[in-house]
C-alpha cells in the first residue's frame, strides 16, 4: 500500500485557480467529501509478455494489441472495470488497484493497494510450429515466461510442453508467424451475483443504455439480465434511479 499526504490548503489553491472558485467555497465542497473511492486496472510494461490474452478477451475493445515495441495498455476512457484482463493474463502484468482519498485534519489522505484478483485457467492444447521456415531469431525465447523455449540463434528450436502453459506470447511475437499454439480458457471467477427486482423497476431502461455488453433487455414485467453475457461491471447498478439492481460479492 502507497499513502500520500497533502496540505489541504495547497489542494484547495489549485482547484480554486482551475474553476475560478472562491477558495472558501471549495473548502465548503470539501467538507461535505467524507471520502472519495476509485478503482484503477493498470498494465505494468516490464511484466508484460506480449501474448494478447487481455486484447483478444476485452469485450469492450479497451485494451490497445501488444507489439515487440509496446505492451498491452488499457485505454482508460474506454474500459468499465470489469477485471477480465487482469484475471486472464497468465503472469500478473496486469493489477487491480483501489484508490481512497479522506480528510484529515488539515491535510488529504490518499491510499493506494493492490486488490486480490482470482485467475481463471489457461491450458494448452496443441502446439504447432513450422520449423522448414522458422530462422532460429529467438525472440519467442525472450517472452516465453516459463522459458520453455531454447533457441540457439540461426541453428536450433526447441520447445519443452511439459513447461509451456499456452499463454500464445511466441505465436504472437514471431516475425515470420510460424509458430499456433491452440489454448483454453478456463471459466471467468466472477465471484459475484447479479439480481433485479422489477416490483420497483420503473422501467427507464436506462441500465439497457448503460450495459456494454448488451446483456440487459426489456420484459413485460421490466428488465432481465443475461447471467452468462453479464460481466459485472456493475455500470447498470450504478445508473439504475430506483436501486431495483444489486450486485453482491459471493463469499
Same mark, same amino acid.
Request: one cysteine or more; charged letters at 30%; glycine letters at 4%.
Given at each position: 500500500?502507497?499513502? !500520500? $499526504? /497533502?496540505? !489541504? ?8 485557480? =482551475? @474553476?475560478?472558485?472562491? *477558495? ?6 470539501? $467538507?461535505?467529501?467524507?471520502?472519495? *473511492?476509485?478503482?484503477? %486496472? ?5 511484466? &508484460? ?13 479497451? !485494451? ?15 474500459? #468499465?472495470?470489469?477485471? !477480465? ?11 487491480? @488497484? ?14 493506494? /493497494?493492490?486488490? =486480490? ?8 492444447? /496443441? ?6 521456415? &522458422?530462422? /532460429?531469431?529467438? %525472440? ?24 509451456? #502453459?499456452?499463454?500464445?506470447? &511466441?505465436?504472437?511475437? &514471431? ?8 489454448? =483454453? @480458457? ?9 439480481? #433485479? ?8 431502461? *436506462? ?8 446483456? %440487459? ?6 428488465? =432481465? ?27
Amino acid at each position: 500500500m502507497i499513502t !500520500i $499526504k /497533502k496540505p !489541504i490548503e495547497n489542494i484547495i489553491s489549485n482547484i480554486s485557480e =482551475e @474553476l475560478c472558485i472562491d *477558495s472558501n467555497e471549495i473548502q465548503n465542497i470539501l $467538507k461535505e467529501i467524507t471520502e472519495l *473511492s476509485e478503482k484503477y %486496472i493498470y498494465v505494468f510494461p516490464r511484466k &508484460c509478455i506480449r501474448c494478447g490474452l487481455c486484447y483478444e478477451e476485452c469485450p469492450i475493445d479497451a !485494451i490497445t494489441k501488444p507489439t515487440l515495441r509496446k505492451p498491452a495498455e488499457i485505454i482508460s476512457e474506454k474500459c #468499465v472495470k470489469c477485471e !477480465i484482463c487482469a484475471k486472464t493474463c497468465p503472469v500478473d502484468a496486469i493489477e487491480v @488497484l483501489e484508490g481512497r482519498a479522506y480528510l484529515n485534519g488539515d491535510s488529504i489522505v490518499y491510499k493506494l /493497494k493492490e486488490r =486480490e484478483v482470482q485467475h481463471r485457467t489457461v491450458r494448452l492444447i /496443441k502446439y504447432d510450429i513450422d520449423l522448414e521456415n &522458422c530462422i /532460429k531469431c529467438g %525472440i519467442c525465447e525472450r517472452y516465453c515466461p516459463t522459458k520453455a523455449i531454447h533457441v540457439e540463434k540461426r541453428k536450433s528450436f526447441d520447445v519443452n510442453l511439459k513447461l509451456c #502453459v499456452g499463454c500464445k506470447a &511466441c505465436e504472437n511475437v &514471431c516475425p515470420k508467424k510460424v509458430i499456433k499454439v491452440h489454448t =483454453e @480458457l478456463g471459466d471467468i471467477p466472477f465471484n459475484k451475483e447479479i439480481n #433485479v427486482d422489477n416490483d420497483i423497476c420503473i422501467k427507464c431502461l *436506462s441500465c439497457i443504455d448503460e450495459c456494454p455488453v448488451n446483456a %440487459i433487455s426489456e420484459i413485460n414485467e421490466g428488465v =432481465e439480465i443475461n447471467k452468462s453475457s453479464c460481466i459485472y461491471c456493475g455500470r447498470c447498478e450504478k445508473v439504475c434511479p430506483v436501486h431495483a439492481i444489486e450486485i453482491k460479492e459471493l463469499k
